[in-house]
Nanobody, 120 residues
C-alpha cells in the first residue's frame, strides 16, 4: 500500500537547522511531483516547497526562499527539506505530499506529518 513517512522534525532554537526526510513506498515515486506543506492549528495548510518528478524544477513559499531547499533522490524514493535559519514562525506540522497530474486527474498521497518547533 502507499506510504509516505516523514522523519526529522523536532525542537530547534531560532537560527538553527533541521533536515526533514520523507520515505515513499507503494507507488512509482519518480512519476510524482513531491511537495512539503505545513499547518498550524487553526490555519489552512500551506504549500512550502515543491519539486518536479525529475528534480528539474523547484518552487518555494516566499517566506522560506533562500532558507529552505527541497531535493529528492529517486533511487531511494525519498524527498528532503533542508531548513536553515529557522524562525519561530516556521513552527508547524510539516507534511509530505506526492502529486501526479494525468489526463485532467490529480492524484495525491499524504504522509502523517512531523512536528517542527522553533523556540528558544
Amino acid at each position: 500500500q502507499v506510504q509516505l513517512v516523514e522523519f526529522g522534525g523536532g525542537l530547534v532554537q531560532p537560527g538553527g537547522s533541521l533536515r526533514l526526510s520523507c520515505a515513499a513506498s507503494g507507488f512509482t515515486f519518480r512519476s510524482y511531483a513531491m511537495r512539503w506543506h505545513r499547518q498550524v492549528p487553526g490555519k489552512e495548510r500551506e504549500l512550502v516547497a515543491a519539486i518536479g518528478s525529475l528534480a528539474a524544477d523547484t518552487a518555494y513559499l516566499d517566506s522560506v526562499k533562500g532558507r529552505f531547499t527541497i531535493s529528492r533522490d529517486n533511487a531511494k524514493n525519498t524527498v528532503y527539506l533542508e531548513m536553515n535559519s529557522l524562525k519561530p514562525e516556521d513552527t508547524a506540522m510539516y507534511f509530505c505530499n506526492a502529486r501526479q497530474k494525468s489526463g485532467g486527474t490529480i492524484r495525491d498521497y499524504w504522509g502523517q506529518g512531523t512536528q517542527v518547533t522553533v523556540s528558544a
